[in-house]
């Protein structure tokens, strides 16, 4: 009667990443891409409106604050899809359209008038948003 000869066998897999390169995005990433940042509470300074500068403050629940031509009293809102962020100033009189890139939210925006313009704004401390009174 003949037995059989077992034989363990081992295989190994050697798994290795592939090398950093600053030139090459890793397979499937095309490298230009940013992190969602919620901006919620953040104070901004700039052309937002193209005849002044503006301080603004993105509230929760859509409530934009906003000053220019020293008025804080208008209406405005805000949505964030993702890195895209909308402003609505005075019934959609104007219209925002931007995203966060190097810490600046910049973009197009346009008025009834109609004007088109490009706006740039850059971050500013919290305190700076006290000028709208306490965050709700």
Same mark, same amino acid.
Request: proline share 6%; with cysteine; hydrophobic share 35%.
């Given at each position: %009667?003949?037995?059989?000869?077992?034989?363990?066998?081992?295989?190994?897999?050697?798994? %290795?990443?592939?090398?950093?390169?600053?030139?090459?995005?890793?397979?499937?990433?095309?490298?230009?891409?940013?992190?969602?940042?919620?901006?919620?509470?953040?104070?901004? @300074?700039?052309?937002?409106?193209?005849?002044?500068?503006?301080?603004?403050?993105?509230?929760?629940?859509?409530?934009?604050?906003?000053?220019?031509?020293?008025?804080?009293? %208008?209406?405005?809102?805000?949505?964030? @899809?993702?890195?895209?962020?909308?402003?609505?100033?005075?019934?959609?009189?104007?219209?925002?359209?931007?995203?966060?890139?190097?810490?600046?939210?910049?973009?197009?925006?346009?008025?009834?008038?109609?004007?088109?313009?490009?706006? @740039?704004?850059?971050?500013?401390?919290?305190?700076?948003?006290?000028?709208?009174?306490?965050?709700?």
């Amino acid at each position: %009667m003949r037995s059989a000869l077992l034989v363990p066998v081992v295989i190994c897999l050697l798994v %290795m990443p592939a090398p950093a390169s600053d030139t090459e995005p890793l397979p499937g990433r095309g490298g230009d891409y940013e992190f969602e940042t919620s901006i919620v509470g953040t104070v901004w @300074e700039g052309k937002l409106v193209y005849d002044d500068t503006s301080i603004i403050r993105f509230d929760p629940n859509g409530v934009l604050r906003i000053r220019y031509f020293k008025q804080t009293t %208008m209406q405005a809102n805000w949505r964030q @899809e993702g890195e895209r962020i909308v402003i609505e100033i005075n019934n959609k009189y104007v219209e925002c359209e931007g995203y966060l890139r190097d810490g600046r939210l910049v973009g197009k925006a346009k008025n009834r008038a109609p004007a088109t313009w490009n706006w @740039e704004m850059k971050r500013r401390p919290a305190s700076e948003g006290t000028i709208f009174g306490a965050t709700r």
